[in-house]
């Protein structure tokens, strides 16, 4: 194992150790809350922590998975491959219409059914949510005004959206709430706490699939009971998952699969589809990726050169009289734009004159 992986598995068992007490923090708070408002909140953290500790537990098994394959000799060529670069990723206007019955919205009849509701969105392992909204049949469209945004995000990303429920209507275990929690009892050692934190979260389950690819004989034994879960509880209603071809300058309408039927407590009736705008940007747009000395064919004299530095940046090659110009901000000498491949070249760099 080489310098860089074991700074990457220090980093994630960093991660997971904090996941586990916002869990447990999380898991306290629920038990405590009075406020339905407050246990609502507290049981989407917990949500979304069993989401996060999943997620990083199962990238910490593929990691560890791969060094085994590597030290077993089972490597990848040893030829150089050219990857693209990471980007950022935003999603904002997460609006999801609702198709209440005729005698519901219009004539106002039958019980007012309200539930909570809030998005949960998975990159990688990164995972984000969104605010609680309250939605009743006064509503025509579930809206989040959240702008998610995820970073160094790879060209061949799966983007999860899942759309979680819960009634406001008081729950029979809501009397449960002062039961003294058992994750209180965990032991001290951090392996006990995670494997404990992993059976909590594979229990009460987020329904996301994160951390996924773990083998029934790979997982740890329970080494204490999963906490009982307290409170208002969470259910999927419905998830869409979105990829580099839905990105789009522009609001777009995609299809959502759902998972609820009429008959659920949590249920709303979504239309089947969900309206957002999805933005990329890659690195590679707002900083250099290649910069170095350029020889560039003179616009006066056409048999001379200009020896000058130059700076990629996106789809423009920006070039200075020196490397010091460059970095005090000093306004190039010559903007080129690589927008096609000319017929014939005018600007010319060996293959060692830039790096």
């Known amino acids: 194992m080489d310098i860089c992986d074991i700074n990457a598995d220090g980093e994630l068992q960093r991660q997971i150790e904090m996941e586990v007490r916002m869990q447990e923090g999380a898991s306290r708070l629920l038990a405590a809350c009075s406020q339905r408002d407050q246990a609502l909140e507290a ?52 609006r999801i219409p609702l198709m209440w019955k005729d005698s519901e919205y219009f004539k106002n009849k039958g019980e007012l059914h309200q539930c909570a509701v809030f998005c949960l969105l998975q990159c990688g392992k990164d995972i984000r949510d969104t605010n609680l909204a309250v939605v009743d049949r006064t509503l025509t469209d579930i809206c989040f ?45 951090s392996g006990r706490r995670i494997r404990a934190a992993f059976d909590a979260a594979t229990a009460c389950g987020s329904g996301s699939g994160v951390g996924g690819g773990e083998r029934a004989e790979d ?55 969900m309206c957002c705008r999805l933005v990329a940007q890659p690195a590679c747009m707002t900083r250099p990726v290649v910069t170095g000395r350029l020889r560039v064919k003179s616009t006066a004299d056409a048999d001379g050169w200009e020896d000058m530095y130059g700076v990629l940046r996106g789809p423009t090659l920006l070039c200075y009289q020196c490397e010091k110009d460059m970095q005090s901000d000093e306004l190039p000498l010559l903007v080129i734009p690589v927008n096609k491949i000319p017929s014939d070249g005018w600007c010319y760099a060996s293959s060692s004159s830039m790096t």
């Open 145 to 189: 005004e959240d702008t998610v945004l995820f970073t160094e995000v790879e060209p061949g990303f799966q983007l999860r959206v899942e759309l979680y429920s819960s009634p406001m209507a008081d729950d029979a275990s809501s009397g449960a709430r002062r039961l003294s929690l058992l994750g209180s009892t965990l032991g001290g050692q």
């Open 219 to 273: 997982q740890p034994p329970a080494l204490a009971p999963a906490p009982v879960t307290l409170g208002p509880r969470f259910h999927l209603l419905g998830h869409t998952t979105l990829t580099m071809d839905h990105v789009q300058d522009s609001f777009k309408t995609h299809d959502l699969s759902l998972t609820a039927t009429e008959d659920s407590p949590f249920w709303l009736p979504l239309y089947g589809s």
């Open 43 to 94: 049981s989407k953290s917990l949500l979304t922590c069993n989401a996060r500790l999943l997620a990083l537990l199962g990238q910490l098994q593929r990691m560890r998975e791969s060094q085994v394959l590597q030290r077993m000799g089972h490597r990848s060529s040893d030829a150089k491959e050219t990857l693209p670069c990471t980007g950022k990723l935003a999603i904002s206007g997460l």
